[in-house]
C-alpha cells in the first residue's frame, strides 16, 4: 500500500542529487551553511547524517532535468540498455515493488563501479513509486520527451481493467508531464491489452498515433522490443509483441 511510500509535495521539493550523483551542480558536494545552519552543526556535533538531514530541506541543483520515464521498469533492463543510447540525458525507472527497485538500484550501483573512470550508467537510475498516484508529484508539466510502458500488467478480467496504467485519467497525467512532440512508447504481448491501450490513447485529444514508419525508424524502438526482461521471455516462448507510439499534440489555441 502507499501509505509508506514518500513522494514530494512538488517536483522542486525533490533532491534528485543521491540518485546522479555526477550531474550534481558544480560548487554543491558541500554545500556552503548558513549562519542557522552553522548553529545547528554545532549543537548536533559532527554527524554526517544529521547535518544531511538538516539540508535536505533544500534540494540540490542539478545540470539537467529528467527527460526520460520507464513506468514499471521491472529489473531494469531497458534502462541499462538506453543509458548508452541516450548519453545525455537523464532516464528515470519507476516501479512499485520494494525488491525490484532494490535490485535495480543495487544493479545500476554495480555498473558504475565497473565502468570506474568512464563513468557510464550515471544517467540511469530507480526509484520507488506508484506511477498511478504522483506522477505530477515527481515531473514537472512538459518536462518528459519520453515515456515507456512497457508490459504492463494486462489485469484481464473487465473488474480489473480500472488498475491498468493505461487509461483516459492516466493518459491526462502523460499528457500534462510530457513536452508537445514527446512521445509515449508502449509495447505489450496481449493483444487486447494493445487494443486497449491504442483506444485509449487514440480517443485521448493530447494524443495522436505515430505512423509505422515513423515508428521503425526510432532507434528506441528495436532497445524497447529486445532489451526488457519480460520482451526477452516473450522473445523466448516466440510469442507475438505489439508496439505503438504516440505523439504528445501541441495544446489547441483558446
Ligand atoms: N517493464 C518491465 C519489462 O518490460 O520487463 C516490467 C514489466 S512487468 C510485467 C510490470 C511491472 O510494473 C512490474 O514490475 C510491476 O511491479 C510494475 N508496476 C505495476 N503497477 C505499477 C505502478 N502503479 N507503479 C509503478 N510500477 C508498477
Known sequence: SDHNLVYPTRPEDMDWSTYYPAFVAEGQEEPKLTEGMEVHKAEIGDSEQRIEQALAAKPKQMTKDIEVADIGCGFGGLLVALSPALPDTLILGLEIRVQVTDYVQDRIRALRTQSGNNKDFQNISCLRANTMKFLPNFFRKAQLSKIFICFPDPHFKARKHKQRIVSTTLNSEYAYVLK?????????????????????????????????????????????????????????HQGQKYVALFRRMEDPPW
Open 180 to 236: 508537445p512532440g514527446g512521445i509515449v512508447y508502449t509495447i505489450t504481448d496481449v493483444q487486447d491489452l494493445h487494443e486497449w491501450m491504442v483506444g485509449h490513447f487514440e480517443a485521448h485529444p493530447s494524443f495522436e498515433r505515430i505512423s509505422e514508419e515513423e515508428q521503425e525508424a526510432d532507434p528506441c524502438v528495436p532497445i524497447m522490443r529486445e532489451e526488457t526482461e519480460e520482451g526477452k521471455k516473450v522473445a523466448r
